[in-house]
């Protein structure tokens, strides 16, 4: 019972990227942080698990993935009414200030471009999602 209500109060987070790497050291990095992590491989999985209704807190979404980009997943979030609110950091390695602008235009609330320092993304990570 205990550890259930400590599960409860983890923060999930869904790490959509179509590199299994990138994913596996996204969740090793979350889950030593104590958050649950949700894993998509593309956008389409992405926008499944939004439209689900399931608790997302945050989500950390690649901007270049198949079958539905970053910034569509992260139009999904925005315009759902359960996770509108939800913090969205996108890391990406097109670093153009073209698409950082594009991103934050969007919604997005932070813009990391890859490769990326895990220290300094879950830092931000445990800042947005504490302010919400």
Do not use: C, W
Request: net charge negative.
């Amino acid at each position: 019972m205990v550890a259930e209500s400590i599960l409860s109060l983890r923060r999930r987070i869904l790490v959509a990227d179509d590199e299994p790497h990138i994913r596996r050291i996204l969740a090793a990095l979350l889950s030593n942080a104590s958050f649950e992590v949700v894993e998509a491989y593309d956008g389409e999985e992405a926008i499944r698990h939004i439209e689900s209704g399931e608790q997302i807190d945050g989500f950390i979404l690649d901007l270049m993935m198949p079958r539905a980009t970053g910034l569509e997943v992260l139009a999904r979030v925005r315009n759902h009414a359960v996770h509108r609110h939800a913090p969205v950091i996108i890391l990406t390695a097109k670093g153009q200030d073209t698409d950082r602008e594009a991103a934050l235009a969007a919604g997005a609330d932070d813009f990391l471009t890859k490769p990326f320092s895990p220290k300094k993304l879950l830092s931000r990570i445990q800042e947005i999602v504490a302010e919400r």
